[in-house]
């Protein structure tokens, strides 16, 4: 964003030293120079700064009061007191409105909810994490001082040398989390769109695959129904053991030219990876630079005009123009030539080069620019986290966790922390990723939990004993398979109720999208209930639970409790779910060829779907912000019981023009309708149809309705959520537990008294000393729906 003249406020003695910038109503930047020698470049932070972005340019409403001695900036949002001299705890803070009235002061130590990190390499459980911009305390900062920067041209510079520089910003949003973290983008850019694929299954492993061995496996996940979007192959496609490296006292981690005893023809065998619908990312060490036994190891050092008299290897070098121009040009497009769509950059090797700057940053930052330019679609790398801004450059991932309850423990949480940074694409090593134990209730708790994160990667060492095709697992964990606005797709339940103290408590718990409150069970299964188990907080207001239909009362806390096949997944009333209505969707991640809709009743909703084509040009557009899509909108009127389906717009050439298409509707916790059918309308240019449909298992099914057409579906008035049956849903967990029988006829007794209230049972189970698991899944359902 480029500021307005008088949002900078400048001053200072013996020159000026000091700058003020007012971005935002919540968003301050302060630069302390002792030279007077500000800092108008962008960072890798803020990348935008000095861009120009009509209606977000504007200097926020605020006032000045200054004396000689005394500076003072207020805006709606915050009172920052400044006493004209070098930055301290003392001289410079401010007092944040919204409802927080906290005090920032520079220097102090702040307390966020949390941010992210750069890798949970080897962690085992919870680590620390760098801060975000989101806290209770209602101010956040980010020290921009030390990043590196951009040129005119577009390259990269280190920061001016000199002691005591200050280029900070302050986040000054209170509880308005939301706004915090769009202040984030305004400065530092905007998420790109991802492609679809890129939302689907990967599937990676570090393994000494041949090319036949892959796309043999990948006909196996064909054949069992699992559908994929992405094939990562590990470093192993490059030479690691090959004897020239052995003789050159290399590690092998690095390099660039194929194994050919494994990938004998690597265009041929990336080509059938395409044909069966994956994109395909290959694994880079890139530190080790260029050795004498690469293929390209003579070009490459003729374009950096390296000595190659002695075979002295081509030093790693990516803070200079010319290492990075044939890096790019020849190693990475000799790669894509093959048929390579995106990189892996695994980079581990620490923070810093010869330029100053982290080569993380510069690695990243080019990989993106690069894979734009080659216009294969919406640009993408696959990387670690280097710093705030990295959100511009998606998709990380995670790093090396160990197999242990604990790293799944943690993961949700530190996702969803993520998001406080704006860091919103995380993928994890689903499973984990090395040591541990075999523990098959993990790794189904570790899938579902995948499902319901940003992106879904399966991904392992190369032990002979781990296994995660779906086919070489016990039945019930191979069940699990089958089930599996510019803002992170996850997000802590305290950005929707800053307020509520619950909010802060559960930070496995998040939304996943705008629609759906998943609640992850990350710990040890109940031997003897074979339940796990989770505490959730419910806001405000009735939910159902998507998988088993459950309806529950909100505003509370309560455990809840499922088997190995069933994960606690929550749709408030109101909720609209589009998804592909195909069973087993076709590999690639591709626009569904029919759709289900799945609408929790009991409030008005609303959602709209959005498509794009990605063939057309327009996919090429980072940010998506000139791109036509084809828009559908869904609205459900809960007065009249009326869903409302109208395609909005469409894509200009696109393939899905013109093409019909099945929609079904299911209304999960629907209490059963008079006579069980429904009355619909089809409505486009060349139709008009009105006709009743059946109403099977709470769902309807329509199909080949005409593109660009509309849907009508009468409820009838007022549809309610059902009310449980406690009875029904406890007696199946009383026969799968391993219990006394005694036990569990007493329990019985018990809950399926007809006379008995809810209260009376539940001080009933009290005196018969049950044990935790089997009281908590007990009391659970008959609690969820408090109504009579």
Same mark, same amino acid.
């Given at each position: 964003?480029?500021?307005?003249?008088?949002?900078?406020?400048?001053?200072?003695?013996?020159?000026?030293?000091?700058?003020?910038?007012?971005?935002?109503?919540?968003?301050?930047?302060?630069?302390?120079?002792?030279?007077?020698?500000?800092?108008?470049?962008?960072?890798?932070?803020?990348?935008?700064?000095?861009?120009?972005?009509?209606?977000?340019?504007?200097?926020?409403?605020?006032?000045?009061?200054?004396?000689?001695?005394?500076?003072?900036?207020?805006?709606?949002?915050?009172?920052?007191?400044?006493?004209?001299?070098?930055?301290?705890?003392?001289?410079?803070?401010?007092?944040?409105?919204?409802?927080?009235?906290?005090?920032?002061?520079?220097?102090?130590?702040?307390?966020?909810?949390?941010?992210?990190?750069?890798?949970?390499?080897?962690?085992?459980?919870?680590?620390?994490?760098?801060?975000?911009?989101?806290?209770?305390?209602?101010?956040?900062?980010?020290?921009?001082?030390?990043?590196?920067?951009?040129?005119?041209?577009?390259?990269?510079?280190?920061?001016?040398?000199?002691?005591?520089?200050?280029?900070?910003?302050?986040?000054?949003?209170?509880?308005?989390?939301?706004?915090?973290?769009?202040?984030?983008?305004?400065?530092?850019?905007?998420?790109?769109?991802?492609?679809?694929?890129?939302?689907?299954?990967?599937?990676?492993?570090?393994?000494?695959?041949?090319?036949?061995?892959?796309?043999?496996?990948?006909?196996?996940?064909?054949?069992?129904?699992?559908?994929?979007?992405?094939?990562?192959?590990?470093?192993?496609?490059?030479?690691?053991?090959d004897p020239r490296i052995v003789a050159a006292g290399m590690t092998g981690w690095t390099g660039y030219t194929w194994n050919r005893e494994l990938f004998p023809n690597p265009p041929e065998f990336l080509q059938e990876l395409h044909k069966r619908g994956l994109k395909v990312t290959l694994n880079d060490h890139p530190a080790d630079g260029v050795h004498s036994y690469e293929d390209l190891y003579k070009e490459v050092a003729q374009a950096v005009g390296h000595d190659t008299s002695h075979n002295d290897p081509v030093p790693f070098e990516i803070t200079?123009?010319?290492?990075?121009?044939?890096?790019?040009?020849?190693?990475?497009?000799?790669?894509?030539?093959?048929?390579?769509?995106?990189?892996?950059?695994?980079?581990?090797?620490?923070?810093?080069?010869?330029?100053?700057?982290?080569?993380?940053?510069?690695?990243?930052?080019?990989?993106?620019?690069?894979?734009?330019?080659?216009?294969?679609?919406?640009?993408?790398?696959?990387?670690?986290?280097?710093?705030?801004?990295?959100?511009?450059?998606?998709?990380?991932?995670?790093?090396?966790?160990?197999?242990?309850?604990?790293?799944?423990?943690?993961?949700?949480?530190?996702?969803?922390?993520?998001?406080?940074?704006?860091?919103?694409?995380?993928?994890?090593?689903?499973?984990?990723?090395?040591?541990?134990?075999?523990?098959?209730?993990?790794?189904?708790?570790?899938?579902?939990?995948?499902?319901?994160?940003?992106?879904?990667?399966?991904?392992? !060492?190369? #032990?002979?004993?781990?296994? %995660?095709?779906?086919?070489? /697992? +016990? $039945? &019930?964990?191979?069940?699990?398979?089958?089930?599996?606005?510019?803002?992170?797709?996850?997000?802590?339940?305290?950005?929707?109720?800053?307020?509520?103290?619950?909010?802060?408590?559960?930070?496995?718990?998040?939304?996943?999208?705008?629609?759906?409150?998943?609640?992850?069970?990350?710990?040890?299964? !109940?031997? #003897?209930?074979?339940?796990? %188990?989770?505490?959730?907080? /419910? +806001? $405000? &207001?009735?939910?159902?639970?998507?998988?088993?239909?459950?309806?529950?009362?909100?505003?509370?806390?309560?455990?809840?409790?499922?088997?190995?096949?069933?994960?606690?997944?929550?749709?408030?009333?109101?909720?609209?779910?589009?998804?592909?209505?195909?069973?087993?969707?076709?590999?690639?991640?591709?626009?569904?060829?029919?759709?289900?809709?799945?609408?929790?009743?009991?409030?008005?909703?609303?959602?709209?779907?959005?498509?794009?084509?990605?063939?057309?040009?327009?996919?090429?557009?980072?940010?998506?912000?000139?791109?036509?899509?084809?828009?559908?909108?869904?609205?459900?009127?809960?007065?009249?019981?009326?869903?409302?389906?109208?395609?909005?717009?469409?894509?200009?050439?696109?393939?899905?023009?013109?093409?019909?298409?099945?929609?079904?509707?299911?209304?999960?916790?629907?209490?059963?309708?008079?006579?069980?059918?429904?009355?619909?309308?089809?409505?486009?240019?060349?139709?008009?149809?009105?006709?009743?449909?059946?109403?099977?298992?709470?769902?309807?099914?329509?199909?080949?309705?005409?593109?660009?057409?509309?849907?009508?579906?009468?409820?009838?008035?007022?549809?309610?959520?059902?009310?449980?049956?406690?009875?029904?849903?406890?007696?199946?967990?009383?026969?799968?537990?391993?219990?006394?029988?005694?036990?569990?006829?007493?329990?019985?007794?018990?809950?399926?008294?007809?006379?008995?209230?809810?209260?009376?049972?539940?001080?009933?189970?009290?005196?018969?000393?049950?044990?935790?698991?089997?009281?908590?899944?007990?009391?659970?359902?008959?609690?969820?729906?408090?109504?009579?």
């Open positions: 964003m480029s500021p307005e003249p008088d949002a900078h406020i400048i001053g200072g003695r013996d020159g000026a030293k000091y700058r003020f910038t007012l971005l935002t109503d919540g968003l301050l930047r302060y630069e302390w120079a002792p030279d007077g020698v500000f800092e108008d470049r962008p960072s890798a932070f803020a990348a935008t700064r000095n861009s120009s972005d009509p209606g977000k340019s504007e200097v926020p409403d605020h006032r000045i009061k200054e004396t000689e001695d005394l500076l003072e900036i207020i805006t709606a949002r915050f009172h920052l007191t400044y006493n004209k001299q070098e930055f301290s705890p003392h001289g410079l803070s401010a007092i944040v409105a919204n409802h927080t009235r906290s005090t920032w002061r520079y220097g102090k130590k702040e307390e966020t909810e949390g941010g992210t990190t750069r890798t949970l390499d080897a962690v085992d459980g919870r680590t620390e994490v760098e801060p975000g911009v989101v806290s209770q305390k209602g101010f956040a900062t980010i020290d921009d001082s030390t990043t590196m920067l951009f040129e005119e041209d577009g390259f990269i510079a280190p920061r001016r040398s000199g002691r005591g520089r200050v280029d900070g910003y302050l986040f000054a949003y209170g509880h308005d989390y939301r706004e915090a973290v769009k202040g984030l983008y305004a400065i530092s850019g905007r998420p790109p769109v991802l492609p679809r694929w890129a939302l689907g299954n990967w599937w990676s492993r570090y393994y000494e695959y041949t090319a036949d061995s892959y796309l043999t496996l990948m006909n196996q996940f064909r054949d069992n129904g699992i559908p994929l979007s992405t094939a990562v192959i590990d470093m192993d496609w490059h030479l690691v053991d200079n123009r010319k290492y990075l121009d044939a890096y790019m040009n020849i190693l990475i497009s000799s790669l894509e030539k093959d048929g390579m769509d995106f990189v892996w950059i695994d980079w581990q090797q620490g923070e810093f080069s010869l330029m100053g700057v982290d080569p993380l940053w510069v690695l990243n930052h080019y990989h993106f620019v690069h894979n734009a330019d080659s216009e294969k679609g919406r640009p993408i790398i696959f990387s670690r986290y280097a710093g705030p801004g990295s959100h511009r450059y998606p998709i990380g991932f995670s790093g090396d966790s160990i197999v242990s309850w604990d790293s799944l423990d943690f993961q949700p949480e530190f996702t969803s922390m993520a998001s406080n940074i704006g860091y919103g694409w995380w993928s994890h090593d689903i499973g984990g990723h090395m040591r541990g134990i075999k523990d098959y209730d993990l790794l189904t708790r570790w899938i579902q939990y995948g499902v319901f994160s940003p992106v879904m990667r399966l991904h392992s !060492s190369k #032990s002979l004993w781990v296994a %995660k095709e779906a086919w070489k /697992l +016990p $039945p &019930g964990p191979r069940g699990n398979w089958q089930r599996c606005k510019g803002e992170p797709l996850i997000q802590p339940m305290y950005w929707e109720y800053p307020y509520a103290d619950p909010a802060y408590k559960v930070p496995n718990q998040f939304f996943f999208g705008s629609q759906m409150i998943v609640v992850p069970i990350t710990t040890p299964q !109940s031997r #003897s209930m074979g339940l796990g %188990k989770v505490k959730a907080w /419910l +806001p $405000p &207001g009735r939910y159902v639970d998507y998988f088993n239909n459950v309806v529950y009362d909100g505003d509370r806390e309560l455990w809840l409790s499922r088997p190995l096949d069933h994960y606690p997944v929550l749709l408030k009333e109101g909720s609209i779910v589009p998804l592909d209505q195909n069973e087993i969707p076709k590999n690639g991640g591709g626009n569904p060829d029919a759709f289900e809709v799945v609408v929790t009743v009991g409030a008005d909703g609303y959602f709209e779907l959005a498509e794009d084509d990605e063939d057309s040009t327009a996919a090429n557009d980072v940010l998506a912000q000139d791109q036509e899509w084809s828009k559908i909108s869904i609205n459900f009127t809960q007065s009249i019981g009326r869903i409302h389906v109208k395609s909005v717009s469409k894509m200009r050439g696109s393939k899905a023009n013109g093409r019909a298409r099945g929609w079904s509707f299911r209304f999960p916790g629907l209490k059963a309708i008079k006579d069980m059918s429904l009355q619909v309308m089809v409505m486009s240019a060349s139709l008009t149809e009105d006709y009743t449909r059946p109403f099977i298992g709470n769902m309807i099914n329509i199909s080949d309705v005409p593109a660009e057409s509309q849907i009508i579906v009468e409820l009838g008035p007022n549809p309610q959520l059902a009310i449980n049956d406690p009875v029904s849903l406890i007696e199946p967990i009383l026969d799968a537990a391993q219990n006394d029988y005694e036990i569990k006829d007493a329990v019985w007794d018990v809950v399926s008294a007809e006379k008995s209230s809810v209260m009376d049972k539940l001080a009933q189970l009290q005196t018969l000393g049950l044990d935790e698991d089997l009281s908590l899944a007990v009391t659970e359902y008959l609690i969820a729906d408090s109504r009579p």
